[in-house]
């Protein structure tokens, strides 16, 4: 066990240089800037921002442990949790590791700044002291006889015992704002159980904290002092690996038809950023999604750079420039890159559709940023992360695991957000069938900093373990007599393009069945593909032979695709068989065409040539435009695309320490403390050393504390710097009030800007 020190300071001093570096890995942010000496490490560390920040990473064990320290001391802590000695001594060895505890000649005492934190530990009130209260005038009595408060417990009436057993485990604070409950109030504060806060006619009382652990029998907590357990289901590894190779198939099979969405009809870029609500249905009929869904891959898409506005005067969303380098990925390699962009993004899916504060939260908007989500996330994953391999366990018991892990951040009704990303997370394929995946855990075991998403290695060794899992793409379907067309498996890009351009998807799962129709070969013609090159490309990419009836309906749409030829004039017209002219002008569905005949085999419309396409195919018709010397053109795809934004969409940056960094900072705080003057070393002839404004109030607020004299130098009112042995009494308000020399009858008040060091007396 460490050695006792005289102060928190002189704790940290005694440290060995591997303590110091690992106290630096356990609170960063006492590394950040660096620390000039030890002095100053012991004064950043005992602030209240930084005690604060350690507090919120402790789990439920030691941050009771921290209250039982508190309230009952090292010695009653055993009983107070009902733990063991040892493992009470090895909880009390982590705190002291991250210096929220040291070892006083008297024992151990907590940092000062973690009573200034956990004013309440544990749910008690303050104690008689603070109360101005005598124990003696308590149930409790001077000696703490709990035997005494049992016995004012039983004396009371129904309605009392009531009050007290409603206090008791929750809140040692109580208001009495009715006449009948002020009688209650009169009879608690009367048997020495509750204390009046604000005299006889006020309405709250509090129970001091040495009667409320009286009336929890010595005891903290109700619960055990163990983290919360509950039978989980367990899924084979292997098993949830598939269901999520499945997911993955079917997140990138969405985020493609996304892009071919947009790049048909992009949305406008709302005022305030965003898409319009009208524009997020629309996507997610498009991709047979539902709403919260689509906003997910929609939010996903943008994080990892492949969608964003394009930047013009009426700005579009539209797919990015890098959208069409990350298309020719591998699957598994495309999917690393968005579980990188997801871990690490603040925005919030879940946000999009809710109303905040009266303003509706837009999918792709400034307000679906979140930063805390980041942070929500990380510690949903790390709960799976510390599971079994296979668990796959509800989210009410990963609520309970995180409140445990978490319980200052994620107290008791405080929303853990956990249904949102295990949500997401199955939609992800990082976790299947409720358990983290084999490529979940290689995703969560990359540390989060700004190099990892453009990491080569890291994105292919987290691609590795999804594409094992993954089954390998087919280059054949199995075409059907009832014009439909299964899938088996993922489809090569060759054969995924031309069913994509010949067929429409009618459904999903684990595998994909095509419809032909007229429209979707009218399409593959468009393309510039002939009837027979169609036959060929179906014979070529099918196991069973090509069925009578697709023939038929290949060969129906290619007699009649073509007969009508449009050109511009406005626009005309033309074809061979004057009987389908004499049907068009005939027409009464096409009288706003204005088609006129002038010659038997040519009309003329004044409608653009786009125009009269659309319309004529509209009407069940399969024109084809063409040239001035008769040439038939065929359509091509030319898409716009934004500019490719920064990869990470995230403002968050994370830099890390690592072990290497945190011994060279020990080694040059131990070289800085060899330099400075020690207070052994002080006389009346030495001037008090300059320290950081930091470690001139918390040396001060430690002095206050433990009443021990210091010295200080500071500046008189002429403007010189002196010197003075000072006894400090109270640090408030930018001002210390305390006597100055052997004399303790004159106080003496300075402001703390004038005082330019302190050093031990």
Same mark, same amino acid.
């Given at each position: 066990m460490p050695r006792s020190a005289r102060s928190f300071a002189d704790d940290l001093r005694g440290r060995a240089d591997d303590d110091l570096a690992a106290l630096l890995l356990a609170r960063p942010d006492l590394a950040r800037p660096a620390p000039a000496d030890i002095t100053s490490l012991a004064a950043r560390a005992s602030t209240r921002a930084s005690v604060q920040r350690a507090l919120e990473h402790l789990d439920a064990r030691l941050l009771h442990l921290v209250e039982a320290l508190l309230v009952v001391g090292a010695e009653g802590a055993p009983s107070a949790l009902g733990a063991s000695r040892s493992a009470v001594d090895d909880g009390i060895r982590e705190l002291w590791h991250q210096a929220l505890v040291w070892r006083s000649p008297d024992g151990w005492r907590t940092a000062r700044a973690?009573?200034?934190? #956990?004013?309440?530990?544990?749910?008690?009130?303050?104690?008689?002291?603070?109360?101005?209260?005598?124990?003696?005038?308590?149930?409790?009595?001077?000696?703490?006889?709990?035997?005494?408060?049992?016995?004012?417990?039983? *004396?009371?009436?129904?309605?009392?015992?009531?009050?007290?057993?409603?206090? =008791?485990?929750?809140?040692? =604070?109580?208001?009495?704002?009715?006449?009948?409950?002020?009688?209650?109030?009169?009879?608690?504060?009367?048997?020495?159980?509750?204390?009046?806060?604000?005299?006889?006619?006020?309405?709250?009382?509090?129970?001091?904290?040495?009667?409320? @652990?009286?009336?929890?029998?010595? /005891?903290?907590?109700?619960?055990?002092?163990?983290?919360?357990?509950?039978?989980?289901?367990?899924?084979?590894?292997?098993?949830?690996?598939?269901?999520?190779?499945?997911?993955?198939?079917?997140?990138?099979?969405?985020?493609?038809?996304?892009?071919?969405?947009?790049? *048909?009809? %992009?949305?406008?870029?709302?005022?305030?950023?965003?898409?319009?609500?009208?524009?997020? /249905?629309?996507?997610?009929?498009?991709?047979?999604?539902?709403?919260?869904?689509?906003?997910?891959?929609?939010?996903?898409?943008?994080?990892?750079?492949?969608?964003?506005?394009?930047?013009?005067?009426?700005?579009?969303?539209? %797919?990015?420039?890098?959208?069409?380098?990350?298309?020719?990925? $591998?699957?598994? /390699?495309?999917?690393?890159? @968005?579980?990188?962009?997801?871990?690490?993004?603040?925005?919030?899916?879940?946000?999009?559709?809710? $109303?905040?504060?009266?303003?509706?939260?837009?999918?792709?908007?400034?307000?679906?940023?979140?930063?805390?989500?980041?942070?929500?996330?990380?510690?949903?994953?790390?709960?799976?992360?510390?599971?079994?391999?296979?668990?796959?366990?509800?989210?009410?018991?990963?609520?309970?695991?995180?409140?445990?892990?978490?319980?200052?951040?994620?107290?008791?009704?405080?929303?853990?957000?956990?249904?949102?990303?295990?949500?997401?997370?199955?939609?992800?394929?990082?976790?299947? =069938?409720?358990?983290?995946?084999?490529?979940? /855990?290689?995703?969560?075991?990359?540390?989060?900093?700004?190099?990892?998403?453009?990491?080569?290695?890291?994105?292919?060794?987290?691609?590795? #373990?999804?594409?094992?899992?993954?089954?390998?793409?087919?280059?054949?379907?199995?075409?059907?007599?009832? @014009?439909? *067309?299964?899938?088996?498996? %993922?489809? $090569?890009?060759?054969?995924?393009?031309?069913?994509?351009?010949?067929?429409?998807?009618?459904?999903?799962?684990?595998?994909?069945?095509?419809?032909?129709?007229?429209?979707?070969? =009218?399409?593959?013609?468009?393309?510039?593909?002939?009837?027979?090159?169609?036959?060929? *490309? @179906?014979?070529?990419?099918s196991m069973t032979p090509v069925p009578q009836a697709l023939e038929y309906l290949l060969g129906d749409v290619a007699r009649r695709y073509g007969h009508l030829r449009v050109g511009s004039v406005g626009s005309y017209v033309r074809s061979d068989d004057e009987g389908s002219l004499d049907a068009l002008v005939a027409d009464s569905s096409l009288a706003s065409l204005q088609l006129r005949r002038i010659a038997s085999t040519v009309c003329v419309s004044p409608l653009p040539a786009s125009t009269l396409l659309d319309v004529l195919r509209e009407h069940r018709h399969a024109p084809v435009a063409e040239t001035s010397d008769g040439g038939v053109v065929v359509r091509t795809e030319a898409v716009k695309r934004s500019p490719t934004p920064g990869r990470r969409s995230t403002p968050v940056r994370v830099v890390r320490l690592d072990g290497e960094e945190a011994t060279a900072m020990t080694q040059r705080m131990r070289e800085a403390e060899k330099s400075a003057v020690r207070p052994s070393q002080h006389d009346e002839r030495t001037r008090i050393p300059s320290s950081d404004p930091t470690v001139t109030l918390t040396s001060l607020q430690d002095a206050a504390a433990d009443r021990a004299p210091v010295w200080i130098g500071y500046v008189d009112a002429s403007g010189d710097i002196k010197r003075a042995l000072f006894r400090p009494t109270s640090v408030s308000g930018g001002r210390v009030v305390g006597q100055i020399g052997d004399n303790t009858t004159t106080t003496r008040s300075f402001s703390i800007h004038r005082i330019t060091g302190v050093a031990p007396a």
């Open positions: 973690v009573g200034e934190t #956990l004013t309440h530990p544990a749910g008690l009130g303050r104690s008689a002291s603070d109360l101005d209260v005598r124990l003696a005038d308590l149930a409790v009595g001077s000696e703490g006889d709990f035997d005494a408060v049992t016995r004012a417990y039983n *004396a009371l009436s129904p309605r009392a015992q009531a009050v007290i057993d409603q206090l =008791r485990w929750t809140s040692a =604070r109580g208001s009495f704002t009715t006449q009948t409950l002020r009688d209650v109030r009169r009879e608690l504060v009367g048997a020495g159980l509750m204390v009046a806060i604000d005299g006889e006619r006020g309405s709250d009382a509090v129970i001091p904290r040495e009667v409320g @652990l009286a009336l929890r029998g010595g /005891r903290l907590y109700r619960e055990a002092w163990a983290p919360p357990t509950a039978e989980m289901t367990h899924v084979e590894q292997a098993s949830a690996d598939d269901a999520a190779a499945g997911d993955v198939l079917d997140l990138l099979w969405r985020l493609d038809e996304v892009v071919a969405a947009w790049d *048909a009809q %992009p949305p406008r870029v709302l005022r305030t950023g965003g898409v319009a609500v009208r524009d997020h /249905r629309r996507t997610a009929v498009a991709i047979d999604s539902s709403s919260d869904r689509t906003a997910f891959v929609l939010e996903l898409s943008y994080a990892a750079g492949l969608l964003a506005p394009d930047g013009e005067a009426d700005p579009l969303w539209r %797919p990015t420039e890098f959208y069409d380098e990350w298309a020719t990925w $591998t699957p598994a /390699r495309r999917w690393a890159h @968005l579980a990188f962009a997801w871990r690490d993004t603040t925005r919030a899916a879940s946000l999009a559709g809710q $109303t905040i504060d009266g303003t509706l939260v837009n999918v792709l908007g400034k307000d679906a940023s979140w930063p805390l989500m980041r942070a929500r996330r990380a510690d949903v994953l790390a709960t799976l992360a510390a599971l079994e391999a296979g668990s796959a366990p509800t989210t009410e018991q990963v609520d309970a695991l995180l409140r445990w892990k978490r319980p200052l951040r994620l107290p008791e009704g405080a929303p853990t957000r956990a249904d949102d990303v295990l949500r997401e997370a199955g939609w992800l394929g990082v976790t299947g =069938r409720g358990a983290l995946t084999s490529a979940g /855990r290689a995703l969560l075991a990359v540390p989060s900093d700004d190099s990892v998403p453009t990491s080569e290695a890291n994105l292919e060794s987290v691609a590795a #373990l999804m594409a094992a899992s993954m089954p390998q793409p087919v280059s054949q379907v199995m075409l059907q007599g009832d @014009l439909t *067309a299964i899938a088996p498996g %993922p489809l $090569t890009e060759e054969v995924a393009t031309f069913m994509r351009r010949s067929a429409d998807v009618e459904s999903r799962g684990g595998a994909t069945v095509f419809r032909f129709t007229e429209s979707s070969i =009218r399409r593959l013609l468009d393309h510039g593909v002939s009837s027979g090159e169609a036959l060929e *490309a @179906l014979r070529r990419h």
